[in-house]
């Protein structure tokens, strides 16, 4: 067996072939008969998503050793179902993050001086989402800083949250001064934890806020006497997201930089201008795609919400804006 000495290099592109191991030396003609096999983990091997990722999402840190026999490649690199991983180092070792539980393919690739694929090796790994006992046990995970209360009409699991939430910064909209902590429901701190990947991913650092909890009627008014209903804030199960702030220092406004869209338009399907308003929806589109909350109200839906993106926890509920809803 010889040893493994790599040099980092550019893009990964991985080949993904049946099987432990596949040679492909013989295309390049400088390597031999070239082979790569995974010494760990095993096929099959359990892991569990319980680790806080470089992106600020929850991973499983899966432990990779990859022996190489029949030549000497420039680099391994490695994927973990379609996610790029860093390159394995000289002793053929590394550790791959995976963010998404289920059975998930580790592919090793070894690339000759040209970044052109020598061999490949792969193995199946089972990820576990965790079982946390609790919203706080949850937001432990994500090594979010809080205490327990104040306790507020309304709130069911109150907590007091420091800010930055996972890498991200909050701010009253037009404060001087960032938040130095933010109070909902256990929930909605659990929900930006969930939602600081998507933002940080595009490199948004902080976001300007209209506020959380407003014991009130969807509407106005004062519960319980609520025609429409009771609003999340009552249960500070809601935040008004009023804008963004990138690493650059650009501000992105809802009120200003928003285009509102035609009312055939659903949202997330139509046209945007480039620039600020297409970021804008991306952005928001991105976070409910991924479930981030169960109500999305963006400046299409009427008057009330030209200013601010309203996001809330509503029980059972799954949409962006539905037409004749209450405010």
């Not at 359990?46 to 806080?52: A, E, G, I, V």
């Not at 007091?160 to 909605?188: H, K, M, Q, W």
């Not at 009312?263 to 201008?273: K, Q, V």
Request: hydrophobic share 40%; aromatic share 6%.
């Amino acid at each position: 067996m010889r040893s493994l000495i790599l040099a980092p290099r550019g893009h990964l592109l991985a080949w993904r072939l049946a099987g432990v191991l596949a040679v492909l030396g013989a295309c390049t003609g400088d390597t031999g008969d070239l082979t790569l096999s995974f010494t760990t983990p095993a096929s099959g091997t359990p892991f569990m998503r319980d680790q806080l990722g470089v992106s600020g999402a929850l991973v499983a840190r899966v432990p990779v050793t990859v022996a190489i026999d029949g030549g000497t490649p420039t680099r391994v690199g490695l994927t973990a179902g379609t996610v790029a991983q860093p390159d394995l180092d000289a002793s053929g070792a590394g550790t791959a993050e995976v963010p998404a539980a289920g059975t998930v393919t580790l592919t090793a690739t070894a690339y000759d001086d040209a970044d052109a694929p020598l061999a490949t090796a792969t193995v199946d790994v089972a990820i576990d989402d965790p079982t946390p006992a609790s919203c706080g046990a949850e937001l432990a995970l994500y090594q979010i800083a809080f205490t327990a209360g104040p306790t507020r009409q309304g709130v069911v699991d109150p907590v007091t949250a420091e800010v930055p939430i996972n890498g991200v910064g909050y701010r009253v909209l037009g404060s001087a001064n960032p938040r130095p902590s933010l109070f909902a429901d256990c929930t909605l701190i659990l929900s930006l934890a969930r939602a600081a990947p998507i933002l940080r991913g595009r490199n948004i650092v902080e976001i300007s806020d209209l506020g959380v909890y407003n014991f009130r009627c969807i509407g106005g008014g004062t519960p319980p006497n609520c025609p429409n209903g009771i609003s999340q804030h009552a249960f500070a199960t809601a935040i008004d997201l009023a804008g963004v702030t990138d690493g650059e220092g650009a501000f992105f406004s809802v009120n200003d930089d928003w285009i509102i869209d035609p009312d055939a338009e659903e949202t997330c399907a139509a046209p945007t201008e480039p620039g600020k308003d297409q970021f804008l929806h991306e952005v928001i589109c991105a976070l409910k795609a991924a479930n981030t909350w169960n109500i999305v109200l963006t400046p299409n839906y009427n008057a009330d919400h030209r200013n601010h993106f309203h996001v809330d926890l509503t029980p059972d509920s799954d949409f962006i804006e539905k037409p004749n809803r209450p405010d």
